[in-house]
């Protein structure tokens, strides 16, 4: 497989970057595209990039799945994870025998819907530590960062993970393939879930306002000691030295503004489901308290609402 | 005592209007008035009521507690209860042996620092079920009930409990004593604790928005068990009978914004510390967990501060 058959669904900032990446390391890349599809079909897409800028051109740009003239080797997920966004009902018509479904998502237990609809595929689950928006039409900016860290679902790692590192170390992305992925997205999540949710909830406000006052800190402390108690409890093993070090780290770095926040200030729906409600409900599966989780799920769901209600009046 | 001799502190809505009522049945009122002093002096207080309308000319007008020329036989207290208020400071020049303080405030536990700084004074604590604001200098406005239910604290009733009580008939302000006063303010919590805060953190909402979505009513509902086993473990009996009732008078209510929102919106300081503050440091005590008040008090900190710091910025 030297050129592997690459179909991308949700060709945002995410998926453009990476997707770019992978088709400047040889790969045949696809791109979903829905709203810009005339745009991107013409132009391709502009990346403006701290690596340097380039012009992705892919292979082919379809606006349904069904469009794509190929079986796709792998199928990369790179939407948004949103109540109304029916991952498996779009890859549906695409997804081959031998289809490896890649998740470049955020969140807790996102696989597991997408793993029960296509039980005999290979599934891969990764985490992207990068600094990359949309700016308009076919217009991406990358501004920091960009290490992908990649594993199969539920553990391990195939032939199709290392296929898959090595087209990003080509690219020159820094890929770790990690066969315990699910312990690094509750990692991933001992940080998300207080800080990205309280940058909202405490008054559209960035990370030092939230680590100044000693009650708000000491609730960011509450909420990181759940997920990893959480954790611990469905057998993926974090340790309690990841507080200090995640607030040690947060202290040392410039004010910061949360995926979460962004997304709110702009009147976009926030990933509320993703990051809170599925861990509350794995939590509320074993009987296991969480009231600190409870409390924030239920709030930023009560924000959330009125933002997307606010927007929907103004417009 | 068939004229007592009350001095007002804190005349704002509730101190205006209660004050003029027992002026009106007979008693020698002083208000203390800072920013409307010159107004109130000359024109008295303006006092438009559901009850009828009436003009409230104070027996004296003061700027300074030291100026009134009485010594009361009441101090009653209605500011609003807030850290950079020091009551005991301001009321400290007037506190005679024979003087009951008498307040009119929200919150819990907020007797005590003044029960410790005038240990040989009788106290009154008194919750007021009223709709009334204040709409300009010397001018109020009354337009919803009126009911005031008042008591010894600890507990019990004094004789000058009885003609306060029969100051408030004579007004026709429907007056209740409860022995049990401090059982009263937590049960009155019951409401205030979910419903005050959410109505801000939840994104400025009434309650009705508050009860339509099931995660944030269930977290109504803890926050009020909450309350309930924190006022049975200080001995105060409250049923949790009380979580239906308060639920279902609320879903009974036109659609309605609590008095922190309202302050909230305002950019007024919150009164965080008399409601939340005072709750969980007497839970903390006592080593007793309530997350849930931990949470929704470390986020309206954080939206209190900010509120503030907006204000200051945009002046």
């Given at each position: 497989?030297?050129?592997?058959?690459?179909?991308?669904?949700?060709?945002?900032?995410?998926?453009?970057?990476?997707?770019?990446?992978?088709?400047?390391?040889?790969?045949?890349?696809c791109?979903?595209?829905?709203?810009?599809?005339?745009?991107?079909?013409?132009?391709?897409?502009?990346?403006?990039?701290?690596?340097?800028?380039?012009?992705?051109?892919?292979?082919?740009?379809?606006?349904?799945?069904?469009?794509?003239?190929?079986?796709?080797?792998?199928?990369?997920?790179?939407?948004?994870?949103?109540?109304?966004?029916?991952?498996?009902?779009?890859?549906?018509?695409?997804?081959?025998?031998?289809?490896?479904?890649?998740?470049?998502?955020?969140?807790?237990?996102?696989?597991?819907?997408?793993?029960?609809?296509?039980?005999?595929?290979?599934?891969?689950?990764?985490?992207?530590?990068?600094?990359?928006s949309?700016?308009?039409?076919?217009?991406?900016?990358?501004?920091?960062?960009?290490?992908i860290?990649?594993?199969n679902?539920?553990?391990?790692?195939?032939?199709?993970?290392?296929?898959?590192?090595?087209?990003?170390?080509?690219?020159?992305?820094?890929?770790?393939v990690?066969?315990?992925?699910?312990?690094?997205?509750?990692?991933?999540?001992?940080?998300?879930?207080?800080?990205?949710?309280?940058?909202?909830?405490?008054?559209?406000?960035?990370?030092?306002?939230?680590?100044?006052?000693?009650?708000?800190?000491?609730?960011?402390?509450?909420?990181?000691?759940?997920?990893?108690?959480?954790?611990?409890?469905?057998?993926?093993?974090?340790?309690?030295?990841?507080?200090?070090?995640?607030?040690?780290?947060?202290?040392?770095?410039?004010?910061?503004?949360?995926?979460?926040?962004?997304?709110?200030?702009?009147?976009?729906?926030?990933?509320?489901?993703?990051?809170?409600?599925?861990?509350v409900?794995?939590?509320?599966k074993?009987?296991?308290?969480?009231?600190?989780?409870?409390?924030?799920?239920?709030?930023?769901?009560?924000?959330?609402?009125?933002?997307?209600?606010?927007?929907?009046?103004?417009?």
């Amino acid at each position: 497989m030297k050129s592997p058959n690459i179909l991308i669904v949700g060709t945002g900032a995410i998926g453009s970057f990476y997707g770019g990446s992978l088709a400047r390391a040889g790969a045949n890349v696809c791109t979903l595209v829905r709203s810009d599809y005339e745009y991107v079909k013409t132009n391709g897409i502009s990346i403006k990039s701290v690596m340097g800028d380039f012009i992705f051109k892919p292979h082919e740009v379809v606006q349904k799945v069904e469009d794509y003239s190929k079986t796709p080797d792998y199928i990369i997920v790179s939407t948004k994870v949103l109540p109304d966004i029916n991952i498996e009902k779009i890859i549906k018509p695409k997804v081959g025998k031998n289809t490896a479904i890649v998740l470049i998502q955020n969140g807790i237990d996102i696989e597991q819907p997408i793993s029960e609809a296509f039980p005999q595929n290979e599934m891969i689950s990764c985490l992207a530590f990068i600094g990359v928006s949309k700016i308009a039409p076919g217009q991406i900016y990358h501004q920091d960062h960009g290490r992908i860290v990649i594993g199969n679902y539920p553990k391990g790692k195939t032939k199709k993970v290392e296929i898959l590192k090595e087209l990003f170390n080509t690219s020159r992305i820094p890929c770790m393939v990690d066969e315990n992925i699910i312990t690094s997205r509750w990692k991933k999540l001992v940080w998300n879930a207080p800080f990205n949710p309280i940058s909202v909830i405490g008054g559209n406000i960035t990370t030092d306002i939230i680590l100044k006052n000693t009650e708000s800190l000491n609730f960011v402390i509450r909420i990181m000691k759940e997920v990893i108690s959480l954790a611990n409890a469905f057998g993926y093993p974090l340790s309690e030295d990841l507080i200090h070090q995640n607030i040690s780290d947060t202290m040392s770095m410039a004010p910061y503004k949360p995926s979460m926040l962004l997304d709110f200030e702009n009147k976009r729906p926030l990933e509320v489901e993703a990051i809170l409600g599925n861990t509350v409900r794995l939590a509320r599966k074993i009987s296991f308290q969480v009231p600190n989780l409870e409390a924030i799920y239920a709030m930023l769901l009560l924000l959330d609402e009125g933002n997307r209600t606010y927007k929907r009046n103004s417009t």
